[in-house]
């Protein structure tokens, strides 16, 4: 497929199963003119490879709103004139942004409550973990 678009925009679920799917074979294959744009998660695409594809101009183009290690972007990456680089927008609007707050109360009542959470953030499991570890000894 990515020899037969000029603009990738890599819109998929972040998980092993995607993990890297955007390689240098599909950065070759958009070629010198191509532009990839990744709204979809870090991990999607390989972003050592994506570097070096822009560098050496196999990849036109990247329009960035997720890294693979967040918070952190690679210097590399910011010190290139092909790419934008922006934070992850992807949730900005009024109904999403109340819907995360109030999932973030919840979050806080439940855990009050009894301990447990509604959407747990598997990064911070092992939190979790240490303080029920402190309370049991």
């Not at 390989?46 to 290690?69: C, H, M, P, S």
């Not at 109904?95 to 959407?119: P, Q």
């Amino acid at each position: 497929m990515a020899r037969n678009v000029e603009c990738l925009i890599c819109i998929v679920p972040g998980g092993a199963n995607t993990k890297h799917m955007i390689n240098s074979e599909v950065m070759n294959a958009l070629g010198p003119q191509g532009v990839l744009i990744n709204v979809a998660r870090g991990s999607v695409v390989d972003e050592k490879e994506l570097i070096t594809a822009l560098q050496e101009k196999r990849l036109g183009y990247a329009g960035l709103d997720v890294f693979e290690e967040e918070p952190i972007i690679p210097q590399e990456l910011r010190n290139l004139d092909n790419v934008v680089l922006l934070p992850h927008v992807g949730s900005a609007t009024i109904e999403t942004r109340a819907a995360m707050g109030k999932l973030t109360v919840d979050n806080i009542l439940s855990y009050h409550n009894d301990k447990t959470v509604i959407t747990a953030v598997p990064e911070c499991q092992r939190l979790l973990l240490s303080e029920d570890k402190k309370k049991n000894g």
